[in-house]
């Protein structure tokens, strides 16, 4: 399984108090027939796809976006994500690609993951 993207980085850094650069792992799969399907394992229900890995990954960062101002509008808590190594564990058997994306938004104090 190949990994796409620095892993050293934390998954979520405070920056000024205000801005949280978040570290999401993608998951890109394709078969012969298909375009580049993206899932987002920390953001149930959050797809993508593209025609080539560049578009996938680049429609994957819209779809985050999209997600996680859905969940501050409902007043639902952002999810940390999950580090590429458990993400491994969970689904050893998958044969795609791991991709790490970094999504920068102000978020207000109270849609923080619990761990802060």
Not at 31 to 50: K, M, N, Q, W, Y
């Amino acid at each position: 399984m190949f990994i796409y993207g620095s892993t050293s980085k934390k998954r979520l850094t405070n920056w000024d108090g205000e801005k949280y650069i978040m570290i999401y792992p993608i998951y890109i799969e394709k078969d012969e027939r298909s375009d580049f399907g993206v899932t987002v394992p920390d953001l149930p229900g959050c797809f993508s796809a593209g025609s080539t890995m560049e578009e996938a990954i680049a429609n994957a960062e819209e779809a985050i976006l999209t997600h996680l101002e859905g969940l501050m509008l409902d007043s639902d808590p952002i999810p940390y994500p999950t580090s590429i190594k458990e993400l491994q564990t969970k689904y050893n058997s998958l044969s795609g690609i791991w991709v790490l994306v970094t999504i920068d938004k102000k978020l207000g104090q109270a849609y923080l993951p619990k761990r802060f």
